[in-house]
């Protein structure tokens, strides 16, 4: 169940704390367990143990030489290694390139950000991104510390495999070719069967038993397991608080103890069998004959035995890079994931910040400050008032009261002589049409003189209403006749010019007088 494994933040830290520790102790054991088996090896192969006791002949390989180069070609010689070395670049060359493409998004986004910044200046209110990325950097650092750690340790693997190529390629070739290429010796006197021999033979075979030892002890350390989940949830519920140092050393003494008791003998039981094995070596030298030849093939024979402890140390070398730059390439992965991630979810919040920004640009005023003309600007004293600091937009027509129509001109006003003339017409005989007319006014004679009446106040057939102004028809033309050269009176009035209550009658202007006679009018039936 899900359920079932979630526990106390305390308690998971504890966990954690402690799986250190346990790696730590598991670790340090098995690197004095391997660091004591190569240093045996070294000196084994120094005194060109086993094989010196085995090649009493001088005319054979040794066997234990044969069986190293069996165990060579089985893990498939010189071939395997060049293969490995040649995997090393490709895996390298992908962990730089997830690294580099990771930091590249990083970089490409802190640049747009920074020049956004410096465009909008202090409208980019945002974190910037050179202050969030700082975990980021900081991990992308350390990965590159250990890619460039790991480029050293590939060095150092190929220089070492450089120098031992050529002996680790004999050792892989067939048992004829090898027994061709070691130097032949003929001792004076046959040491097999000595006392000397057989004690050293019982070293090297107790030297072997506690390698074997070794292994199946590496081998129980790293299979331990032990879950403290359970241990700190109890102190939890009893204490309140974990004591995690304290629970986690009393474990760790608990379980490991035996080992690491075992781990010590170990050590102790290899020195003290290397001490007796360089004292009997030293008997054998004395015992054996020495010359020039055997010299020789001495010397090859401890190259070969050498080649095969660099063999399978350079194997075991390149196959944990191997396993260390694929290991190492999913945890770069995640971190292009956590890059990607931060950078998208940086660029989704500059695309709306951007918008925002547009938008509130749009929202201000576009018109320029246009300056006042000087009639606006200065007051009646000759005053000049102050500026405004603010933007003047420009100016707009608003829309006001409907405009009042222009004053209508003064209604004409009619003769006397006219007015009498149309009263009459109607009651009376229509006048002789043959009619002379008048005699034309003597040149030089005054016009007649204007009417004196006062004109009357006229104002609308209906109603006002205060603060609207009355209707006033549009007044009707006079009559032209095209057949006369003069003008006649219509038989009607024409309509009067209303005005507002309370408004002054409209002054009657001066008629002047005709200088031709009239034509009168027709009179209507």
């Not at 790293?222 to 009893?238: G, I, P, R, W, Y």
């Not at 400050?369 to 007051?379: A, K, N």
């Amino acid at each position: 169940d899900l359920f079932e494994k979630m526990v106390p933040l305390q308690v998971q830290q504890s966990v954690s704390v402690y799986n250190q520790r346990k790696a730590d102790l598991v670790n340090r054991s098995i690197a004095q367990m391997r660091e004591a088996t190569n240093l045996a090896n070294g000196v084994l192969a120094s005194l060109n143990l086993p094989a010196a006791i085995e090649d009493v002949s001088g005319d054979t390989v040794p066997q234990s030489i044969l069986n190293k180069s069996k165990s060579v070609i089985e893990q498939g010689g010189i071939q395997t290694v060049d293969q490995l070395i040649k995997d090393l670049p490709e895996l390298l060359q992908r962990n730089k390139e997830i690294l580099d493409e990771s930091l590249r998004l990083l970089d490409e986004e802190e640049t747009t950000d920074n020049d956004l910044r410096t465009k909008f200046k202090e409208r980019w209110q945002r974190t910037p991104s050179n202050e969030l990325y700082k975990p980021l950097r900081a991990e992308g650092a350390s990965y590159h510390n250990i890619l460039s750690k790991a480029v050293q340790a590939d060095g150092q693997v190929k220089e070492r495999y450089q120098a031992h190529r050529d002996t680790i390629a004999l050792l892989c070739k067939p048992e004829s070719e090898l027994n061709a290429a070691i130097p032949s010796a003929n001792p004076a006197k046959t040491l097999q069967g000595s006392e000397v021999v057989n004690v050293l033979k019982t070293l090297l075979a107790n030297l072997d038993e506690v390698k074997k030892e070794r292994e199946q002890l590496e081998n129980d350390l790293k299979s331990v397991n032990f879950d403290m989940t359970s241990k700190f949830l109890t102190a939890l519920a009893q204490d309140g608080a974990i004591n995690e140092e304290a629970i986690s050393v009393t474990e760790l003494d608990r379980i490991y103890g035996s080992y690491t008791q075992k781990v010590q003998e170990s050590l102790k039981k290899q020195e003290e069998l290397l001490k007796n094995i360089q004292n009997a070596h030293q008997d054998f030298s004395k015992m054996k004959q020495s010359n020039n030849e055997s010299n020789l093939r001495e010397e090859v024979l401890k190259n070969l035995a050498v080649a095969n402890d660099n063999f399978v140390e350079l194997v075991a070398n390149l196959k944990e890079g191997t396993k260390f730059y694929n290991e190492l390439t999913e945890f770069l992965l995640k971190f292009q994931n956590k890059c990607s991630d931060i950078v998208f979810a940086r660029k989704t919040e500059r695309d709306e910040l951007l918008k925002d920004l547009q938008q509130s640009i749009a929202r201000e005023p576009s018109a320029p400050s246009i300056p006042l003309p000087t009639y606006q600007t200065t007051s009646a004293g000759g005053s000049k008032p102050a500026a405004s600091s603010t933007p003047t937009p420009a100016p707009r027509t608003m829309v006001g009261t409907k405009p009042q129509p222009p004053a209508r001109p003064p209604p004409p006003v009619i003769s006397a002589a006219s007015s009498s003339s149309s009263a009459s017409a109607p009651s009376g005989t229509a006048a002789a049409p043959a009619a002379a007319p008048a005699a034309a006014p003597a040149p030089g004679a005054s016009a007649p003189a204007a009417s004196t009446a006062p004109p009357q106040a006229q104002g609308p057939p209906y109603p006002t209403y205060p603060g609207y102004p009355g209707y006033c028809p549009m007044p009707m033309p006079l009559a032209y006749n095209s057949y006369m050269y003069g003008q006649y009176n219509l038989p009607y009035a024409p309509a009067p010019v209303f005005q507002n209550p309370g408004q002054a009658p409209y002054p009657a202007p001066q008629q002047p007088g005709y200088p031709f006679p009239q034509q009168p009018f027709y009179p209507q039936q």
